[in-house]
Nanobody
Framework: AVQLVESGGGSVQAGGSLRLACAAS????????MAWFRQAPGKEREGIAG???????IYADSVKGRFTISQNKAKNTLYLQMNSLKPEDTAMYYC????????????????????WGQGTQVTVSS
């Protein structure tokens, strides 16, 4: 089983940037489909970006054009580059991994992922 640890969260002003990292251990990310989710207070966890082992990506409309998901297989790490941040991006951010393939849109579905990190907080002030 893979273990996931997120880092890189913090506080930033609107319009700023952050890069989140998700370090994997116990298994190589090449064997997994991976994604980033976020959960704001009082809201459900939502999928925002997903990536296949081959590098195909999918994004939620709310982050498309601002966020970029990528992976460094040599470092066994998943990344989320977040630009043009908005106050509504404030949330706990989680990375997730699974070995079962469904369809590309399923990379944004919470039900499709077995392995989760503990989360990293992102706060965007106006």
């Amino acid at each position: 089983a893979v273990q996931l640890v997120e880092s890189g969260g913090g506080s930033v002003q609107a319009g700023g940037s952050l890069r989140l990292a998700c370090a994997a251990s116990g298994s190589t990310i090449s064997n997994y489909y991976m994604a980033w989710f976020r959960q704001a207070p009082g809201k459900e966890r939502e999928g925002i970006a997903g990536i296949t082992s081959g590098g195909t990506t999918i994004y939620a409309d709310s982050v498309k054009g601002r966020f970029t998901i990528s992976q460094n297989k040599a470092k066994n790490t998943l990344y989320l580059q977040m630009n043009s941040l908005k106050p509504e991006d404030t949330a706990m951010y989680y990375c997730a991994a699974d070995q079962q393939w469904w369809l590309l849109p399923d990379l944004l579905s919470i039900d499709r992922f077995e392995y989760w990190g503990q989360g990293t907080q992102v706060t965007v002030s106006s």
